[in-house]
């Protein structure tokens, strides 16, 4: 079954052209997927926090030695990962703000791309686990997780 991750980041909903752009898509995408299932964040709603120190440490820390608060400390960021690796297809409802994208989309970027849990280097090219599980990226495996 297809899946499909909308995340809305507009703080207007009703009078939203990013947020309209995206349901427009979402219906489509639901006729040409009649037994597809969908995911939607509104990050506007969503309690992102910035990363911090505990973050980054947790993020640095194997999965396996992770502590309890450090667990904890990874519970969004695992969540919103969760959501990110399920789908097969993502739609993104961005407005602009101040030239630029929202604050909250990019906190949800920090707390979904980590040097450690999901971007690596090789061979000076930058690849992603999305797909992947945690500690993977095809191609390699990253040392320590």
């Known amino acids: 079954m297809p899946t499909l991750l909308v995340v809305n980041s507009s703080p207007f909903h009703e009078t939203s ?6 349901e427009e898509f979402v219906q489509n ?5 009649p037994n597809g ?3 939607t964040r509104d990050l506007t709603s969503s309690d992102l926090k910035t990363v911090d120190a505990a973050w980054v440490g947790a993020s640095y820390t194997p999965k396996d030695a992770r502590t ?4 904890q400390v990874l519970e969004v ?19 602009m703000h101040n030239f630029g994208v929202p604050s909250v989309l990019k906190l949800w970027i920090d707390q979904v791309a980590s040097r450690w849990r ?5 061979g000076g090219r930058a690849e992603g686990s999305v797909g992947g599980e945690e500690g993977y990226i095809p191609g390699g495996y ?4």
Do not use: M
Not at 17 to 22: D, E, G, T, W
Not at 78 to 84: A, I, P, S, Y
Not at 118 to 122: Q, R, T
């Open 142 to 145: 990253r040392r320590g997780l």
């Open 68 to 71: 309890a608060e450090q667990k």
């Open 77 to 95: 960021s695992d969540t919103l990962l969760g959501e990110l690796r399920a789908a097969d297809e993502y739609v993104f409802g961005v407005p």
């Open 29 to 33: 995408w639901k006729q040409a997927n």
């Open 17 to 22: 052209v990013s947020r309209h752009l995206s």
């Open 118 to 122: 999901d971007v690596c280097v090789f």
């Open 37 to 39: 299932r969908v995911i």
